[in-house]
Every structure is written in structure tokens, then in C-alpha cells.
């Protein structure tokens, strides 16, 4: 069965939506990712570097990746007396 002209134009259309979707979600951290040496040898380890993100669920787990880092940093800064 052919795909059609207009299936191949709606198919593009869905993938620049999901693009889209994945460059606002990683927006945000990608400066923290790029100023942060371990932040950015971690996800190179795992697989989860920004530029090998390419679903949804991906981005969000490179973002809350990020936040348990940061987190991470914010508890270690704290003295605990």
C-alpha cells in the first residue's frame, strides 16, 4: 500500500510538533547541562544527552534528571549542624 502525499506531509507536521515539544522541555536546562561538568558526564553515561533526546518521555527524564541533580547540589551545599 503507497503512503500518500498527505501522509508523508502529516507525518512530517507530527514529528516537527514532537521536535518542538522536546526543545522547550530540555530549554531550560541545557545551559545548567553545558556549564556543569558532572551534570554533563552523567548523562553522557546513561545515554541521555540532550542532543540524543528525541521523545517526550525522554526529554522529561533528562529534566527531572537535572533536578535531582540540582537538588542534589542545593542539599550538599547545606551544613547540617
Known amino acids: 500500500m503507497p503512503i500518500s502525499e ?3 506531509e ?3 507536521s ?3 510538533a514532537l521536535r518542538n515539544n522536546v526543545r ?3 530549554q531550560p536546562y541545557l545551559q545548567m547541562i553545558n556549564e ?3 551534570l554533563l558526564s552523567l548523562l553522557y553515561d546513561v545515554d ?3 542532543e540524543q533526546t528525541v521523545t517526550v ?3 522529561v527524564a533528562v529534566s527531572a534528571a ?3 541533580y540540582r537538588m542534589g547540589q542545593a542539599s550538599a551545599s547545606c551544613e547540617i549542624e
Open 48 to 50: 541521555m544527552l540532550p
Open 24 to 26: 522547550s522541555i530540555l
Open 66 to 68: 537535572c533536578e535531582a
Open 36 to 38: 556543569t561538568p558532572d
Open 14 to 16: 507530527i514529528a516537527g
Open 10 to 12: 502529516l507525518d512530517s
Open 6 to 8: 498527505a501522509q508523508v
Open 57 to 59: 518521555r525522554g526529554a
